[in-house]
């Protein structure tokens, strides 16, 4: 048995890699200038799907976001698509367009499904040899879309996405790369569970054959389960795939700065990107009757007059800089009212001191009006941070 699985892995790694494998390492790495982002699925193959919506239009959605924001934010770096409409690709034929492009990252955009509908949250994998059976179903599920191209017996030799064997020989690569690899996909899980206020599921290895082929970090993300009903509303829209999108964007400027070892600190204002919450638009609330209306009016009424620092206040955050800025309209594009807190060594601006999060919604949109498009919504109790989570549970 482990003869014929050696010699297989052989014949299999023969097969997919190609001429010149990069053997880089942690010291030879030197910086992303080049990024290959990939949309699971598409064509023929539509991935798992919800009540309506199917992982390989999520999934182009969000790549497609991906890419715009490293393209506009980062002019230096190549972004380059597997593909860019709803076509269908092969598995080797991904990780051939990211090693033909000697791509420094690439990365694998995936939605989740699973037979118990209350299943939800985020988690993105390295290549690695499964830990738990759950682990292994979903590089099961991903890895069966080989069944559906004519002469996968050939081209994987004879991999059987069924067989628990057939992952051994996935171990033995990826091993070069799996530091970079499991950094990345760590911020990726920081930014979905502290900024888009999703539940972290974690990082985990698994045996996934398009990251297997590939000669470079990599991580396949699943952005959570399209058979969970709430997940799949928020998924399928347009709001939550910025969200996800912007917030994998922003892991990959964390990890390029870390890789390259440059300084995160700024001179200068620089607009950040929204800070991005759950929507609280996925169930739609019920209409207030002028009794509830009448009440919470008088609630806010009287949490002004006893002093906001006995509720959760929110206000709007839209710049940062390393120097102190005079507060007056001028320098903030008009925006009156401007206040300043210190965090990080780094003074951060903001404006408003809103009771709930309808009126904080509001004054985003008019701060992004100004100019501040990345404008994003923060929370405060008693003058210290909170995070949107804890004051909306608050308010319960």
Same mark, same amino acid.
Request: proline letters at 3%.
């Given at each position: 048995?482990?003869?014929?699985?050696?010699?297989?892995?052989?014949?299999?790694?023969?097969?997919?890699?190609?001429? @010149?494998?990069?053997?880089?390492?942690?010291?030879? &790495?030197?910086?992303?200038? %080049?990024? =290959?982002?990939?949309?699971?699925? *598409?064509?023929?193959?539509?991935? =798992?799907?919800?009540?309506?919506?199917?992982?390989?239009?999520?999934?182009?959605?969000? !790549?497609?976001?991906?890419?715009?924001?490293?393209?506009?934010?980062?002019?230096?770096?190549?972004?380059?698509? %597997?593909?860019?409409?709803?076509?269908?690709?092969?598995?080797?034929?991904? !990780?051939?367009?990211?090693?033909?492009?000697?791509?420094?990252?690439?990365?694998?955009?995936?939605?989740?499904?699973?037979?118990?509908?209350?299943?939800?949250? %985020?988690?993105?994998?390295?290549?690695?040899?499964?830990?738990?059976?759950?682990?292994?179903?979903?590089?099961?599920?991903?890895?069966?879309?080989?069944?559906?191209?004519?002469?996968?017996?050939?081209?994987?030799?004879?991999?059987?996405?069924?067989?628990?064997?057939?992952?051994?020989?996935? %171990?033995?690569?990826?091993?070069?790369?799996?530091?970079?690899?499991?950094?990345?996909?760590?911020?990726?899980?920081?930014?979905?569970?502290?900024?888009? /206020?999703?539940?972290?599921?974690?990082?985990?290895?698994? /045996?996934?054959?398009?990251?297997?082929?590939?000669?470079?970090?990599?991580?396949?993300? @699943?952005?959570?389960?399209?058979?969970?009903?709430?997940?799949?509303?928020?998924?399928?829209?347009?709001? *939550?795939?910025?969200?996800?999108?912007?917030?994998?964007?922003?892991?990959?400027?964390?990890?390029?700065?870390?890789?390259?070892?440059?300084?995160?600190?700024?001179?200068?204002?620089?607009?950040?990107?929204?800070?991005?919450?759950?929507?609280?638009?996925?169930?739609?609330?019920?209409?207030?009757?002028?009794?509830?209306?009448?009440?919470?009016?008088?609630?806010?009424?009287?949490?002004?007059?006893?002093?906001?620092?006995?509720?959760?206040?929110?206000?709007?955050?839209?710049?940062?800089?390393?120097?102190?800025?005079?507060?007056?309209?001028?320098?903030?594009?008009?925006?009156?009212?401007?206040?300043?807190?210190?965090? /990080?060594?780094?003074?951060?601006?903001?404006?408003?001191?809103?009771?709930?999060?309808?009126? !904080?919604?509001?004054?985003?949109?008019?701060?992004?009006?100004?100019?501040?498009?990345?404008? &994003?919504?923060?929370?405060?109790?008693?003058? @210290?941070?909170?995070?949107?989570?804890?004051?909306?549970?608050?308010?319960?």
């Amino acid at each position: 048995m482990i003869k014929r699985i050696v010699a297989g892995f052989l014949v299999f790694v023969g097969c997919f890699l190609s001429n @010149e494998i990069q053997s880089q390492s942690k010291s030879d &790495f030197f910086g992303v200038k %080049t990024v =290959c982002i990939d949309a699971g699925h *598409g064509g023929h193959d539509p991935g =798992c799907h919800g009540a309506s919506a199917k992982e390989k239009h999520v999934c182009l959605a969000m !790549a497609l976001k991906l890419g715009k924001h490293i393209e506009e934010n980062f002019p230096d770096v190549k972004v380059v698509y %597997t593909r860019t409409t709803d076509v269908y690709l092969k598995l080797w034929e991904r !990780a051939a367009i990211a090693n033909k492009a000697k791509a420094d990252l690439f990365i694998c955009i995936h939605a989740n499904a699973n037979d118990n509908k209350a299943a939800f949250g %985020t988690e993105t994998y390295v290549m690695g040899l499964h830990k738990s059976e759950s682990n292994l179903n979903v590089a099961k599920r991903e890895n069966s879309s080989i069944l559906l191209e004519e002469d996968y017996k050939t081209k994987y030799s004879d991999f059987d996405p069924n067989s628990p064997e057939s992952y051994i020989v996935l %171990t033995m690569r990826q091993d070069a790369f799996i530091d970079q690899s499991l950094s990345f996909a760590a911020k990726i899980q920081k930014q979905f569970k502290e900024r888009v /206020g999703r539940k972290d599921r974690g990082v985990k290895q698994a /045996g996934f054959l398009v990251l297997h082929q590939t000669n470079m970090p990599s991580v396949l993300i @699943e952005t959570g389960f399209l058979t969970n009903k709430e997940e799949e509303k928020f998924l399928a829209s347009a709001q *939550g795939q910025d969200y996800m999108s912007s917030a994998v964007y922003r892991a990959f400027k964390e990890y390029k700065k870390e890789i390259e070892g440059k300084d995160t600190s700024e001179d200068e204002i620089k607009e950040e990107v929204k800070e991005d919450v759950k929507p609280k638009v996925i169930e739609k609330p019920k209409p207030k009757t002028k009794e509830e209306i009448k009440k919470e009016k008088k609630e806010q009424k009287k949490n002004k007059q006893v002093g906001v620092n006995n509720v959760p206040v929110f206000k709007v955050q839209f710049a940062t800089s390393s120097k102190k800025l005079e507060l007056l309209p001028q320098n903030f594009k008009g925006i009156k009212n401007v206040e300043i807190y210190k965090a /990080g060594g780094l003074c951060r601006y903001v404006v408003g001191k809103e009771t709930n999060m309808n009126d !904080a919604n509001e004054l985003q949109l008019q701060v992004r009006n100004k100019g501040y498009k990345d404008a &994003f919504i923060i929370a405060f109790l008693k003058g @210290e941070r909170i995070s949107i989570s804890q004051a909306l549970k608050l308010q319960e």
